[in-house]
């Protein structure tokens, strides 16, 4: 917390942000700023409120605080960053960037909020080190909504590709190195963002779908065409990393394309030992790399996947429930320092105190757990658990008197 202590221009924002954080990284069931601010011992949530809202603050300043912070704990010279969105289910129509849209959190088309995110991933371990909200054409195209929700008027759409690329290249701009991208089908299958990351010369192992057309030395190719020209002997069996149930092993095969840039291109197909399902990947390098590389680079994709369940489950990276803007950056930011603090501990504690035979090593849920029982736990009297009972239930006749009133001036 010290880190961004700096970050706050008044001592009350500064402690009420490091209760906000403890708050996150607690065991309650449920974290919002009602729930958070009981548990530290607030009367109401006022202040936790005031913090999201209307206190002076940067949480950009504080994001790139979260990136030197995991890229100076996690540091890899092989590093890969993952990038890939997420959807949080919402009611409504106006807390920002929310409309109907295909969101994988509930597999479906849900009214629903998608968020960008970029995980740095290490041999030590991984965290999110930048956010970027999609904000669909229905709002950008609307600047009273804009306006309301604490976007700018000039507000413009951004694919998710594009917002890909502005972390990236923010990333990179800030002086940190990756050699690596990865990312699913809507970021392989953008051109604009694989020619950003050739241009500055980093290598990138995105997912294709089997309908997308490569160039070879003879001529274009749907990649599930070339696939099918893959003689037997050139698969190799490799693993794309560790999973939960051990390693991920599949059968690889390459094979090289062309490219106006200078650089090493390469078709990368996936097939699945059991079911022989194909996946396909555009690869880039500056140089040559070998096979087991490139399946490494793809492997790591799933890392994002590990974070999106970790920050969720551990951080309340989805609890969040705002409609602005500026409150959206800063919850989910200050939930991005939460998760990175577990993965940096966890990352120390690998390297400074290896698990005695018969104990896997201490996870992230571990953790907490620990954090939660030897540092952080709070009891508090009746009397403030009964105070909380009276202000929520004046609060919720304050509010069902003014649905009341709404309701009656509308007949």
């Given at each position: 917390m010290s880190r961004i202590a700096g970050r706050f221009t008044r001592v009350e924002s500064r402690r009420r942000a490091r209760k906000l954080v403890l708050g996150l990284l607690s065991d309650l069931p449920r974290k919002n700023c009602w729930t958070i601010a009981e548990w530290a011992g607030d009367r109401t949530p006022d202040g936790m409120q005031h913090l999201l809202g209307r206190a002076k603050w940067d949480a950009d300043q504080v994001r790139d605080d979260v990136s030197d912070y995991v890229v100076e704990h996690l540091h890899d010279d092989e590093a890969v960053l993952v990038v890939d969105e997420t959807g949080d289910?919402?009611?409504?129509?106006?807390?920002?960037?929310?409309?109907?849209?295909?969101?994988?959190?509930?597999?479906?088309i849900e009214n629903a909020q998608v968020a960008v995110y970029l995980v740095y991933a290490g041999r030590r371990g991984h965290a999110a080190v930048d956010r970027e909200l999609y904000v669909p054409r229905s709002w950008t195209s609307d600047p009273d909504r804009c306006r309301a929700a604490g976007l700018g008027d000039k507000t413009e759409?951004?694919?998710?590709?594009?917002?890909?690329?502005?972390?990236?290249?923010?990333?990179?701009?800030?002086?940190?190195q990756a050699v690596w991208v990865a990312g699913d089908e809507v970021y392989g299958g953008n051109p604009r963002l694989r020619t950003a990351l050739e241009e500055r010369g980093t290598g990138y192992v995105l997912a294709v779908a089997c309908s997308h057309e490569v160039t070879t030395g003879a001529r274009k190719f749907r990649a599930d065409t070339l696939a099918r020209k893959v003689p037997k002997r050139a698969w190799q069996k490799l693993s794309s990393g560790v999973g939960a149930?051990?390693?991920?092993?599949?059968?690889?095969?390459?094979?090289?394309?062309?490219?106006?840039?200078?650089?090493?291109?390469?078709?990368?197909?996936?097939?699945?030992?059991?079911?022989?399902?194909?996946?396909?990947?555009?690869?880039y390098s500056p140089a040559a790399v070998p096979l087991t590389t490139l399946v490494r680079v793809a492997g790591s994709r799933w890392r994002v996947e590990e974070f999106?369940?970790?920050?969720?489950?551990?951080?309340?990276?989805?609890?969040?429930?705002?409609?602005?803007?500026?409150?959206w950056s800063r919850w989910v930011t200050l939930a991005m320092l939460a998760h990175a603090f577990l993965a940096v501990v966890r990352a120390n504690e690998h390297d400074r105190h290896p698990s005695p035979d018969g104990l896997?090593?201490?996870?992230?849920?571990?953790?907490?757990?620990?954090?939660?029982t030897l540092v952080i736990q709070r009891v508090f009297d009746p009397v403030h658990q009964l105070g909380w009972s009276v202000w929520r239930r004046r609060h919720q006749a304050r509010s069902q008197t003014s649905h009341y009133r709404r309701q009656a001036a509308q007949a």
């Open positions: 289910v919402k009611k409504g129509t106006n807390t920002v960037g929310v409309q109907r849209q295909y969101t994988g959190t509930a597999g479906r759409f951004a694919t998710k590709p594009e917002l890909a690329a502005r972390m990236v290249t923010r990333f990179l701009d800030a002086g940190h149930k051990g390693h991920r092993f599949y059968d690889w095969a390459v094979i090289d394309l062309t490219g106006p840039l200078p650089g090493s291109r390469q078709l990368l197909i996936r097939r699945n030992r059991s079911t022989g399902e194909l996946a396909y990947y555009r690869c999106f369940q970790s920050g969720k489950g551990l951080a309340a990276l989805d609890e969040h429930q705002v409609r602005r803007y500026s409150s896997i090593p201490l996870t992230c849920n571990e953790i907490q757990r620990l954090f939660i």
